[in-house]
């Protein structure tokens, strides 16, 4: 199959599964292909229905739908990492009959989100060390405690953990029956995102995998953002963030004497 024959598929695929709902940004960024030193001439063709989660007072969550097309046999593997950023854990102990911090480990640059999708368990798919040098599969993230903050520390234990928090939120998540292909060229696959998501640019790797090896990587941004008043609300935090202070105490404060009056009444 040539690459006119690949682009031609995938527009029929894209009028199939275009709805409403799912309608294509005008602003989309452009997908850039990045191939292993030892790729082949296989092609591998990916986008999004969306390019922007954006975040209003009512959001619940949302879907995104990835297509795409590849030329030969092989397999997808997609990988959503979203804004890193440093994560510190604590240990609670219990002293005197409290509950207090003990230990704590701050993990450098963890992904504050994280989705794998594919069709299939990624062992079946690529050996354990190419899944660790390429980072696809949660127990394969390289989660580097930060200068000597974990010296007494049991490390894994404490990556564990955040794991778990990360896992329990939905930010952190594997799903291996969720990617579906079609025929041996079409693929699609509906990306979720929580309500918990974080604001930032995300990045969406699509791996081709063909014979336990990848053989093709392309990659494309997806940006998750605020909208209407809560766009006004989270801008002022972080920009201002002494006048939203003073905001919000004087927001309690009204709020607190119009209570007192109100039970006064009462």
Known sequence: MRASALATALVAFVALL????????????????????????????????????????????????????????????????GPKKHETVRRKDRVAGIWMNSDEVTFQHAPTFYAVVSAKPLTDLLPVETLKAYE?????????????????????????????????????????DALKIMGRALFRADLHFPSAVPVGTYQVHVYMVQNREVI???????????????????????????????????????AGWLASVVFRKA
């Open 136 to 176: 696809i599969g949660i127990p394969h993230l390289n989660l580097v405690p930060l200068g000597d903050s974990a010296a007494n520390a049991d490390i894994i234990s404490f990556r564990d953990a955040l794991i778990r928090a990360r896992s329990r939120e939905g930010l952190f998540s594997e799903r291996h």
């Open 216 to 254: 093709n990587i392309t990659s494309t941004p997806l940006t998750v953002g605020k909208v209407g008043v809560e766009a006004g609300i989270y801008d002022l935090a972080q920009r201002h963030a002494p006048a939203y202070g003073a905001m919000a105490i004087v927001i309690a404060a009204i």
């Open 18 to 81: 275009a709805l409403p709902d799912q309608a294509r940004s005008q602003a989309k960024g452009e997908i850039q292909v990045k191939a292993p030193a030892a790729a082949d001439d296989s092609r591998l063709i990916a986008d999004l229905s969306r390019h922007m989660v954006k975040i209003s007072t009512d959001f619940a969550g949302d879907d995104i739908l990835l297509f795409g097309a590849i030329e030969g046999d092989g397999d997808v593997i997609v990988v959503v990492r």
